[in-house]
């Protein structure tokens, strides 16, 4: 096999891959991102062949996965997970936020050290972050009809303008010093005295490839990121850290008190912590008329009544979407099996404490107030725990550990290799992370660029 080397390797398309190569590219060195690469756009010709057993096939995300049902196949064909929660992951070009054009938000001081980051370098790469991609962070509503009813603060939606991952890889190319190589799956990252060795293997697994670097940045989200990383090391059947949010899913009547902005989107914060880190986030929606005659599938009434009544209501129909902060215990963990066939499989455990269960009970108990003085009404509530958005499995410490990261990204067990997605976090706020991911991701990439410039200087 022959070996291509760069400067710098990063691992994963994402918005954390993007932007931790963003200012190594400027910077003149020579950067490659390996990635999965597949193109979203393309279908199967027969959509009914998604059977992908861990999704319920009532549910929202096996109703996503079937619409790009090539590149999902292939995902969990490929990345394969053991778990009785539902995780979203993509092998796409640009990763699974491709379109990321939802809500976002900053993490507070408390939350970022909490969760294992530097708050005031966050801080200052939000702000970068922030300009590079167009963003406006906040947009309070603010007519009087809103104001006299709402204590805590609620946003309208601050967009990215429908921020395009696999666009922006589209944009590095330009640069000469930058190489895309799209259709490999890693397989293991090998830290040697003066350079990193990793270890491909091509989406139809036919051929085999080497590349070298100084530094290798893993931001191949941190499901994926933990999985390379434990077979790396070799770290089969260990278990490490695993966290994701839970979620309570309400259908609300909306009777107009409170004054929505044109998208239909807002979030509302709560003003009470629990470890620094505040008690939950509501996403709110507008019931979308376009799936209207989905939703008339699951009525037990006569079409010709159901449509009518339907139309009627919809839209006074407003979903909640409460999302739960999440902390490190026991039951929440991964680890890596190997099979007998010699393929492994990422077994994932997410099972909240007795105390979080009451916990989260008791803040829907108080959060069912506030939506009664905005006008709206919760018909059904449902616990959800369909989730893109984890973190974990490489965690922060300040003293080496089985596997862990220093605060700056760098992997405990090697010299070269540094992780850039939610890997590193000890705790997950309930708010959006995307735009903290890419602002860390940021800091971890310009960290490497010093950290190659001082090695290469010697």
């Known amino acids: 096999m022959a070996t291509k080397q760069f400067d710098v390797i990063v691992i994963g398309s994402g918005p954390a891959g993007v932007h931790a190569a963003y200012p190594i590219i400027k910077a003149g060195l020579n ?46 064909q490929l990345l394969k997970i053991k778990s009785e929660i539902e995780i979203i992951q993509s092998l796409a070009k640009g990763g699974l936020s491709n379109h990321w054009h939802g809500i976002c938000d900053v993490f507070t001081n408390e939350e970022l050290e909490r969760a294992g980051l530097p708050a005031r370098e966050i801080q200052e ?87 070298d670097a100084s530094y290798v940045i893993l931001a191949a989200g941190s499901i994926n990121t933990t999985r390379i990383l434990l077979r790396s090391l ?39 912590t629990h470890q620094g880190i505040e008690n939950f986030y509501i996403q709110f929606y507008k019931f979308n008329p376009q799936a209207i005659q989905k939703v008339l599938n699951y009525i037990p009434l006569p079409r010709f009544l159901s449509s009518p009544l339907l139309t009627l209501f919809a839209p006074s129909l407003m979903i909640a979407d409460i999302r739960f902060p999440s902390f490190e215990t026991k039951g929440k963990f991964v680890k ?19 105390y979080e269960l009451a916990d989260h009970k008791k803040v829907f108990k108080n959060i069912k107030k506030q939506l009664h003085l905005l006008g709206l009404f919760p018909l059904k509530t449902i616990v959800d725990y369909t989730t893109s958005h984890y973190a974990g499995g490489i965690p922060y410490q300040q003293k080496p550990g089985k596997i862990s990261s220093d605060i700056n990204g760098k992997l405990h067990q090697a010299k070269r290799i540094y992780i850039a997605d939610s890997s590193t976090w000890r705790a997950l706020p309930a708010k959006a992370p995307t735009l903290t991911i890419m602002a860390n991701a940021s800091r971890v990439g310009k960290h490497v660029l010093m950290k190659y410039k001082t090695t290469s200087s010697l």
Not at 240 to 259: M, P, Q, V
Not at 339 to 352: A, H, W
Request: aromatic letters at 12%.
């Open 336 to 354: 890596l099996v190997r099979r007998k066939n010699d393929s492994d499989v990422l077994e994932i455990s997410f099972k909240e404490s007795l």
């Open 31 to 76: 950067v490659a991102i390996i990635d999965g690469g597949l193109d979203s756009k393309k279908k199967d010709k027969n959509l009914n062949e998604f059977i992908y057993s861990s999704f319920r096939k009532t549910s929202n995300a096996y109703d996503l996965l079937r619409k790009s049902s090539y590149v999902f196949n292939k995902t969990y």
């Open 125 to 211: 790469n939000y702000k970068e972050v922030s300009k590079l991609i167009n963003l406006k962070l906040e947009s309070y509503l603010d007519s009087e009809k809103n104001q006299s009813i709402i204590k805590d603060k609620l946003y309208k939606v601050p967009l990215a303008y429908l921020y395009n991952t696999a666009s922006e890889i589209e944009n590095l190319r330009k640069h000469k010093n930058f190489t895309y190589i799209p259709n490999q799956l890693v397989q293991t990252i090998k830290d040697y005295k003066k350079f990193v060795e990793v270890q491909t293997l091509s989406i139809d697994k036919s051929k085999e490839s080497k590349y």
């Open 234 to 272: 070799n770290l089969y059947n260990y278990k490490t850290t695993f966290l994701t949010k839970a979620n309570y899913i309400s259908a609300c009547l909306h009777l107009g008190k409170l004054e929505t902005p044109s998208s239909g989107q807002m979030v509302i914060t709560s003003k009470d």
